[in-house]
């Protein structure tokens, strides 16, 4: 696939089990091409260094003391839409995609989207009708950092947190595209899926 075409790079954090988002970028043109959205390459975008000392889940799990820290690093388009984001319907409503609080933290990986939350929607400036819904784990918060430059709407919902009736939210979001992003243990592992159905 495209990670594989470009396993060299650092398309993988080396301390945490999350993707970089050099790895989300590649990911995220194999998506558009699929969708009929142009796709870019890395250098397309502006980068953001948001943290160059990330010691994440896999340093925590081996206690690799003599691991180098890993670099956080954001990928903004070169006209990146305003956004208002909406966490878990009304009860906290931002105007950015990064919680940068969390950078001062150890889980900095929360630093996209505030982390896992039930649900979050994106409102941007993009008024092309296209709204997708994203049911995902931790891995789709930085892919809708990409997603929010071509998406009127990008809605993320976790359903190891979200148990309302998924159906019902597609309806009255009027959601035309839907994308299940999971990593491939987690995916496997997730018990919850079943609630797609309902």
């Known amino acids: 696939g495209v990670l594989r075409a470009h396993k060299e790079e650092d398309i993988y954090y080396r301390t945490d089990h999350h993707w970089t988002n050099l790895g989300v970028c590649y990911a995220y043109g194999a998506f558009c091409q699929a969708v009929g959205l142009q796709a870019h390459p890395p250098s397309w975008y502006q980068t953001e260094t948001l943290s160059e000392k990330f010691y994440g889940t896999t340093y925590s799990k081996a206690s690799l003391y003599t691991a180098q820290p890993d670099t956080i690093t954001a990928y903004h388009a070169p006209q990146q839409p305003e956004v208002s984001v909406d966490y878990n319907l009304g009860r906290r409503v931002t105007n950015t995609l990064y919680e940068r609080s969390h ?96």
Do not use: C, W
């Open 103 to 198: 950078l001062e933290t150890k889980d900095k990986y929360s630093v996209f989207l505030d982390g896992n939350q039930p649900i979050v929607k994106i409102t941007t400036q993009n008024k092309n009708g296209r709204k997708l819904m994203i049911i995902k784990d931790s891995y789709a918060n930085s892919f809708a950092t990409f997603a929010v430059n071509d998406y009127e709407e990008v809605t993320l919902v976790d359903l190891r947190h979200y148990r309302a009736q998924l159906s019902k939210l597609v309806e009255e979001s009027g959601v035309n595209e839907i994308l299940v992003l999971y990593n491939v243990s987690g995916f496997a592992s997730d018990a919850n899926l079943f609630l797609i159905t309902r």
